[in-house]
């Protein structure tokens, strides 16, 4: 296994290394088999014990093809840029994309998917934790160009746009708005309804389920503040999801990750008693992301009746 070992790449073998070295394909296989290499893919093989997850998959793809770049929705992974998905499901850990310089040749996995550009630009793409992935800018062009709708595209663009934890992940802001906006400027299918989902965006936002309440709330006919910095009556300072401030009403919209441990839960409510010591909140009333995604004219009903209440 030694031998294999120097050949082999951030713990990825190529076959084609391997034969170029000297090793006969009857002699490879029989190695491979014996000390529990585990094929990636065509042409490539982590070593035993390995966790051969999306990361080694794109690690190996790039070892063997270096014109892929890595975009879309694998380029938000390793951005920890946040997508539409349901929790449990991080998008582009199963479809990989990629984007080559055109013509690029086709993947017969079907678990990949290339893109091609006619001209690509060296600044379009940069080094993500040891993987090269298209720029921030590009990337959420790219999305938001090929988004389906106006939700996905918003959640898409406040992620890169905020100061947020990602997956357990502090961030900071990934793009300007002007950076989008520049990126948006090409004409692309789909930039001018990007453009336009663009302007709706607020990097003040906290989570995709916040992105959507928002919207939510703003087709309703609701404008909040979006996480207005306010002081408890401790001279801390909280943000509150959403603030009517005339009102004294504060909206908080809870993650999929609810409470999870003793230490958050009791958190939660340390921040939940602290709101309600702001002088400006009167009320505070809490939806959950399920609700703000399945049921948001409840929600919006709900706080419609909270304003009525207050006038």
Known sequence: MYELLILARGGVLLTVRALTAGWSRGRLAGCLRREGWQRICRGAWAVPGKEVDWRVRVQALQLLRPELVCSHRTAALLHRIETLEPPGHPAGAELLDFTAPWPAKASHDERIRVHTTVRPAERDRVLRRDLWTTAPARTVADLIRGCRGREEAVVVADSALARRSVAGVRREPLVHHEELATALSARHPGARRARAWLRLAEPASGSPAETVARLRMADAGLFPEPQPALRTARGHVVHPDFLFRAAGLAVEIEGYAFHGTRRAHERDI???????????????????????????????ATIREALALER
């Open 270 to 300: 340390a921040r939940f008693n602290a709101l309600q010591s702001c002088p400006e909140i009167r009320r505070v009333l809490r939806f959950t992301a399920r609700e703000v995604f399945t049921h948001p004219d409840r929600m919006t």
